[in-house]
């Protein structure tokens, strides 16, 4: 089984900063590293496949990167509608996910 | 507008079974691959099994292999889980999402609000 750990897995941050998240897999996986947003109470949203491409309706803030066992999720300008728990999700061989990142307001 | 709408949760005692059933609307269903992921209360995501648009080839996690089954009907567009020996761990709400692709190894990019399972005596 290909194992994803997160980091951090939690980080306080104000309006307008600038966070990464950074997703590590325990062998190669290329590209096909996923993130995932989720809200409580709510089902995930997958923000970014394969690394880099935004789904559809995702703002331009959100960016991915790395290839393959590290990769990263940016967020540039975080807006208040952002603070929510992310995850990394590897499609490589079928489907492990990291842990998560509690992303909370300071 | 793709939609999925799990049922079937509840609760139920150790040892136990429950079906869990998905259905899905607004994308040709046999088209896609099929996934149930699992959240444990305040934890994380677990993914815990899938099938290929054409039902063939089920895949599960081995924390839920022999007690667990997944199958879909494509003539009636919906994903079932049945669940078997039931544990206090299997505990969570269960989520099926909809893969981007017909192969298991995939983004989900549609999921259902998830149906709550609770193993308890």
């Known amino acids: 089984d290909i194992r994803m750990t997160q980091s951090p897995s939690s980080l306080s941050a104000s309006v307008g900063d600038r966070v990464t998240i950074t997703c590590r897999a325990s062998?190669?996986?290329?590209?096909?590293l996923n993130w995932y947003q989720q809200k409580p109470g709510k089902a995930p949203k997958l923000l970014i496949y394969e690394t880099s491409t935004l789904q559809s309706g995702v703002p331009s803030r959100f960016s991915g990167s790395g290839s393959g066992t590290d990769f990263t999720l940016t967020i540039t300008s975080l807006q208040p509608e952002d603070f929510a728990t992310y995850y990394c999700?590897?499609?490589?061989?079928?489907?492990?996910f990291g842990q998560g990142t509690n992303l909370e307001i300071k | 507008d793709v939609q999925l709408l799990e049922s079937g949760g509840g609760l139920v005692q150790p040892g136990g079974s429950l079906r869990l059933s998905c259905a899905a609307s607004?994308?040709?269903?046999?088209?896609?691959?099929m996934t149930w992921v699992r959240q444990a209360p305040g934890q994380g995501l677990q993914w815990v099994s899938a099938?290929?648009?054409?039902?063939?080839?089920?895949y599960y996690a081995d924390f839920v292999k022999g007690r667990f089954t997944i199958s879909r009907d494509n003539s009636m567009n919906t994903l079932y889980l049945e669940m078997s020996s039931l544990r206090a761990e299997d505990t969570a709400v269960y989520f099926c999402?909809?893969?981007?692709?017909?192969?298991?190894?995939?983004?989900?990019?549609?999921w259902g609000p998830g149906t709550l399972v609770t193993v308890s005596s």
């Open positions: 607004g994308f040709t269903f046999s088209n896609y691959a």
């Open positions: 099938i290929r648009g054409s039902g063939n080839d089920p």
């Open positions: 999700h590897q499609s490589y061989s079928l489907g492990n």
């Open positions: 999402a909809k893969g981007t692709i017909f192969g298991v190894a995939t983004p989900f990019d549609s």
């Open positions: 062998q190669s996986i290329v590209r096909y």
